[in-house]
């Protein structure tokens, strides 16, 4: 049974026909495409893949900048909690002693 948000789209698991399936492989087909058209397709294949590549690399890039970030808020934060607990010892310190 097909769910329902899916029923009305023209493209479902259940709609998939042979003739969508030919069309993609009749694209690569060499005796439907030429040579030109081929050479073309393989160009901008391998732009795309370099694209792809770059973006890889530069989202590697911001997630391990971003991880390092974090690393040093979380020691600014543990230093933080350190000052804050050495404060409150002293006031509760002070505190007595004026008691």
């Known amino acids: 049974m097909e769910s329902p948000r899916y029923v009305n789209r ?16 009749e ?4 005796s439907y495409v030429n ?9 901008e294949f391998l732009k795309l893949k370099s694209s ?14 971003l991880i390092n970030e974090l690393d040093e808020e979380k020691k600014a934060r543990a230093t933080l ?11 509760q310190k002070s505190s007595l002693i004026n008691s």
């Open 10 to 25: 023209s493209f479902s698991l259940s709609n998939t026909n042979n003739s969508t399936l030919n069309g993609t492989t």
């Open 27 to 30: 694209l690569v087909n060499p």
């Open 35 to 43: 040579i030109t058209t081929l050479e073309q397709l393989q160009k």
């Open 52 to 65: 792809m590549d770059d973006m890889k690399l530069k989202f590697s890039n911001q997630i391990r900048d």
């Open 81 to 91: 909690h350190i000052e804050i607990e050495r404060l409150q010892k002293l006031v």
